[in-house]
């Protein structure tokens, strides 16, 4: 009963003789052709936008666009520089818009930086501001051991529940470089993954 529309737009470039994508746009909605009692004929505008105007340089952007209210429900913006393998700096904005279906809303200041010491030894910092009461939502903390055919990665992290008690994890990732249960650079982006179990 729904019918998704889309137009995804890339442009591309050339960077040292290889072809490069320089924008990766993906705008959709969904087309309710029978609806419920609680819907609207078109759900949320959403709009995912990658940018890469250098090759250590990436803007993402990610909204969601309430068509009958008029308003932005979520927008999630970042910057991402990695210079070279050694190190990289994600710095980015999370505006959830409060609403019964997505909770109380967030107004979120999101920061990560990676690092590999040496060939051997890597660590990851990432924090987690809520703006609208000045509380740190998120911290968390890994570091990683290359043990050659193995990674391994030891990940603590401190989350505000806010309405409960406070929640600190530890957790213990053991890798193998063949086979990654991650793709390469996932753990770098988003180290919670390092603690969930999907």
Do not use: C
Not at 172 to 191: E, Q
């Amino acid at each position: 009963n729904t019918l998704r529309l889309g137009l995804r737009n890339n442009v591309q470039t050339k960077r040292d003789g290889e072809v490069d994508t320089l924008l990766n746009w993906n705008l959709f909605t969904d087309w309710h052709l029978r609806t419920r009692p609680d819907q609207e004929t078109f759900a949320d505008l959403f709009s995912d936008i990658d940018f890469q105007p250098r090759e250590w340089l990436t803007l993402t952007s990610e909204t969601r666009y309430d068509i009958e209210a008029g308003v932005f429900s979520v927008a999630d913006h970042r910057m991402i520089l990695a210079p070279d393998d050694q190190w990289s700096l994600s710095l980015g904005h999370r505006y959830i818009r409060a609403s019964p279906l997505l909770g109380v809303g967030h107004n979120l200041i999101l920061a990560s930086y990676y690092y590999w010491l040496n060939e051997n030894w890597g660590f990851n910092v990432r924090e987690t501001f809520e703006g609208r009461d000045g509380v740190f939502q998120e911290q968390s903390y890994s570091i990683y051991r290359d043990f050659r055919s193995w990674v391994g990665s030891l990940t603590l992290r401190l989350r505000d529940n806010r309405v409960s008690a406070d929640d600190f994890t530890v957790g213990f990732t053991f890798s193998s470089k063949a086979m990654p249960r991650l793709p390469l650079g996932t753990d770098r982006d988003t180290p919670s993954y390092l603690i969930s179990n999907r």
